[in-house]
């Protein structure tokens, strides 16, 4: 094994064991600090996360996390606090004050400032009965048995723990608070995420003229026209009532041209896909993503209410669409 392979790897090990050292410190504290930012939310009010250095980092990070998830945050530099930026703070504030070792001189200034306001503070540190950790209403720790570099001074183990550990107060405030896939779609409009989230079937299907629909009664060559016709490679096919029956592709028809010579006299009905899979109109685009990365389809037929097909959608549109 190469020296610098060899290297990586030790980081892996020493840090996936301080991630498993930091969860056996989980206590009541942690469901503590969820019940207080969810008071907190619930009243409107917001999390200030505030942090110095690497933990300062880690903090944006957090910070980004909770506001994309339904929890208003927001970032107050320590040091800039003192010249200003304190306006940011609002009485009913949570504070979430970040710092390892937990007496970090430019936060422990600024406590004294932010105790003017009616505000909680919870601190996630390494060192439980730090400075820090005294002034908290909530105290999280994040102690690890060492950071990953050889020195054992860069934080890096430390910093991977923190900000786990604020994943983890993201998402269980998220559950907490009832946070739909719907609400994460309306943070994210732009993206892929967004476009998946929030658009429905019904705005990305090919409907009209480039959704071909048979009667199952329709001979194959008739039915390989109106594909022709409409640039598409199956068409839904319909019973009497004009309910969706089955499917015909054209890879349903090379198979068949393998073994039957006769497939284009035939009708759609002795040829068909029977209960083919498709997708109601009102489903959100996401969910046509999830069945072609689940299933093995090029086209996936949308149905209304009536189960009659109203629309395709082709999986080479997805792209075009930004969806995948």
Do not use: W
């Not at 609002?90 to 710092?99: E, K």
């Not at 923190?162 to 409009?189: C, N």
């Not at 929030?198 to 039915?223: T, W």
């Amino acid at each position: 094994m190469g020296r610098h392979l060899q290297r990586a790897r030790e980081v892996f090990r020493l840090e996936i064991a301080a991630l498993r050292a930091v969860e056996r410190l989980l206590d009541d504290a942690f469901t503590q600090a969820v019940d207080l930012a969810v008071a907190t939310l619930n009243a409107r009010q917001k999390i200030v996360v505030v942090g110095i250095g690497k933990s300062g980092i880690i903090g944006r990070k957090i910070a980004a996390t909770l506001s994309s998830t339904g929890s208003t945050a927001v970032v107050l530099d320590a040091v800039d606090a003192l010249h200003g930026d304190l306006g940011i703070v609002n009485d009913g504030d949570l504070i979430l004050a970040l710092s390892y070792s937990g007496e970090s001189e430019e936060l422990l200034n600024l406590i004294p400032a932010l105790r003017r306001f009616s505000v909680r503070i919870l601190a996630l540190t390494g060192v439980p009965k730090s400075t820090l950790a005294k002034h908290a209403d909530v105290v999280l720790n994040v102690a690890v048995p060492r950071e990953a570099c050889p020195f054992n001074l860069a934080p890096t183990s430390s910093t991977t723990a923190t900000l786990v550990l604020g994943d983890a107060l993201a998402m269980a405030i998220l559950d907490a608070r009832g946070f739909k896939q719907r609400d994460f779609a309306q943070r994210h409009p732009s993206g892929a995420i967004g476009r998946a989230l929030l658009l429905r079937i019904a705005d990305i299907m090919r409907q009209g003229q480039r959704n071909p629909i048979a009667p199952d009664s329709l001979p194959v060559k008739d039915a390989l026209l109106a594909m022709t016709r409409a640039k598409a490679g199956s068409v839904s096919v319909v019973n009497r009532h004009g309910k969706l029956v089955g499917v015909f592709t054209d890879g349903d028809l090379r198979r068949r041209m393998s073994v039957d010579d006769d497939v284009l006299s035939q009708t759609l009905r002795d040829v068909m896909t029977c209960d083919p899979i498709c997708i109601r109109d009102d489903a959100l685009a996401v969910d046509a993503v999830r069945i072609f990365n689940e299933r093995n389809i090029d086209d996936l037929i949308v149905v209304n209410a009536r189960r009659e097909p109203v629309g395709l959608v082709d999986s080479q549109d997805l792209p075009r669409l930004k969806l995948m």
